[in-house]
């Protein structure tokens, strides 16, 4: 399927996903919303994709919502900024955190607003050098949204999130690394070439034992370590049922390189 707003490039067992409205900094209009959801539903159904590599085209990664889009900017009456979160921006952090495939997000330029935190519900998140992630929201009265509030105090701490969030400073990419709100830096010129690199060799790995570990991470969050131990035994035995687990065992018995079929 062709889209307007996004480019999509499918692989051998991976799929890369460019957000293409580069003059406006990839920020999200209404079209853009309903082409990446009906996207990533359509990997999370394929059964073929077994990593998603997500990145912007341009000089910017995403710098949230378009404030001039028709969704923002309404006829008439106040702005229902809640329910634009409801129907647009929650299922589409839902559906990456859910996905049954580990994703990668590759930063190139800024990720301000939502595009920041559309980066930090990523598994995976390389940056280059010269990206920067800006919690704006403050700078225009509204709450950071897209998990924002979720998710910058568990990657940054209490202190750190409510700095970002109050000042809306610029994160530049090596302090993110720093911080261990992202995975790793890569120079500019590297970062497409890296970050595709990093999607085919998960693409390659046992895709159920990551789902599992995926979700597995997201439940700790909220469980007691009681909870959380009776999870891991859970998922691990379900583990334990895939093709992949008796793969990998059978590989490290004749000392081979497994053949992971995500199965």
Excluded at 99 to 118: E, I, Q, R, T
Excluded at 194 to 214: H, V, Y
Excluded at 216 to 233: G, V
Aim: proline share 4%.
């Amino acid at each position: 399927m062709t889209y307007e707003t996004l480019i999509v490039e499918t692989h051998d067992a991976h799929t890369q996903i460019t957000l293409n409205r580069p003059e406006a900094l990839n920020s999200f209009n209404a079209l853009m919303h309903e082409e990446l959801a009906d996207a990533l539903e359509k990997q999370c159904r394929s059964g073929n994709c077994r990593a998603l590599l997500l990145t912007g085209a341009g000089r910017g990664f995403c710098t949230g919502q378009d404030l001039s889009d028709k969704e923002a900017v309404p006829d008439e009456g106040p702005m229902n900024l809640g329910k634009l979160l409801t129907q647009r921006y929650n299922p589409l952090i839902t559906a990456i955190q859910g996905s049954p495939f580990p994703v990668v997000c590759a930063v190139n330029g800024v990720a301000a607003g939502a595009g920041a935190n559309l980066a930090f519900a990523c598994d995976i998140v390389l940056a280059a050098r010269s990206a920067k992630f800006i919690q704006a929201f403050c700078k225009i009265g509204l709450v950071p949204d897209s998990g924002g509030t979720w998710v910058l105090p568990r990657l940054v701490g209490m202190a750190r999130a409510k700095g970002l969030a109050l000042l809306g400073d610029a994160v530049m990419a090596e302090q993110a690394e720093a911080w261990g709100m992202i995975w790793r830096v890569v120079d500019d010129e590297s970062l497409l070439s890296e970050a595709q690199s990093l999607t085919a060799k998960l693409s390659g790995e046992p895709t159920r034992g990551l789902a599992l570990i995926k979700k597995a991470f997201l439940a700790s969050a909220t469980n007691s370590l009681s909870e959380q131990l009776e999870l891991e035994s859970a998922y691990q035995q379900l583990a334990g049922e895939t093709d992949d687990f008796r793969e990998g065992v059978q590989a490290f018995i004749e000392k081979r390189k497994p053949s992971f079929a995500g199965s």
